[in-house]
């Protein structure tokens, strides 16, 4: 896992002209329905927006955690939501299949999650405007919340090597937020040539999109100390990250 003191090398500089108070976090445990999940709140005290992170396909872990401390030291409020259910970590390739194609397969409860979450985290923050971003399975989802086009005070999404199919029957709505899609150039799922038809497709359909692709880095080019990890990549997705937080959740209005 990745330690504060390496922070700083991640750091734009326009991130360290603001001065942040140390990340103040806790577990949160809330419901949707009747449903209780586990999420996790980090906050700046004067949080210059709100980050919702969904998780991967193993469940909100200590990589979403550290993700989101990273995000409240560079002065937002960070929420890590949970979308299987409180005290539900799928451990083998099997239950994690499962647990990710039951919301694949009922695209309308993956939403109300992501949204119940997303009104936690509004009723826990201060901050108006917010991104919803996302790692592999996580970023499928942010850009199916993306294509609901009902979340307000949304400003932008941004997905982290994640799943970028778009299901038969949807499509985008055309005031959808900006878009930052971040790839690994050696990733084959999804691959270049699906990156590409996911370009023509924001095309076509007119949203605003940036995509940054990165040499040599496989699928979950982020993770921290697994075989996977590119640092070059993983620096340079988080640099592009935080200039997309800057000119979306920092502009000001109008």
């Not at 999420?39 to 969904?54: D, W």
């Not at 993770?223 to 937080?245: C, I, N, P």
Request: charged share 20%; with cysteine; hydrophobic share 40%.
């Amino acid at each position: 896992m990745i330690r504060h003191h390496t922070l700083a090398t991640t750091l734009t500089a326009t991130a360290l002209a603001f001065a942040v108070q140390p990340a103040l976090a806790d577990d949160v445990t809330y419901t949707v329905g009747d449903e209780a999940f586990a999420g996790y709140f980090a906050s700046s005290e004067t949080p210059r927006g709100l980050v919702l992170i969904i998780h991967d396909w193993d469940g909100m872990t200590d990589y979403e955690l550290k993700r989101a401390d990273m995000l409240a030291d560079l002065g937002y409020d960070a929420f890590a939501l949970d979308l299987f259910g409180e005290g539900n970590l799928p451990e083998t390739m099997d239950e994690r299949r499962a647990a990710t194609g039951a919301l694949y397969e009922d695209r309308d409860r993956m939403r109300s999650l992501i949204f119940g979450a997303l009104e936690e985290a509004r009723g826990l923050s201060a901050a108006d405007n917010v991104v919803i971003m996302g790692y592999c399975f996580g970023g499928a989802a942010t850009l199916e919340a993306a294509r609901a086009g009902t979340a307000t005070g949304v400003v932008g999404y941004a997905s982290f090597h994640g799943g970028l199919d778009t299901p038969e029957g949807q499509s985008w709505p055309a005031d959808t937020p900006p878009v930052l899609i971040l790839q690994g150039g050696a990733d084959d799922n999804p691959s270049m040539t699906d990156v590409a038809a996911f370009s023509t497709e924001l095309e076509a359909a007119g949203i605003t999109y940036d995509i940054e692709v990165y040499s040599g880095a496989p699928h979950a080019f982020t993770v921290f100390g697994s075989e996977r990890y590119r640092e070059r990549a993983d620096m340079k997705s988080w640099e592009a990250f935080q200039t997309f937080l800057t000119e979306n959740l920092d502009a000001p209005a109008g």
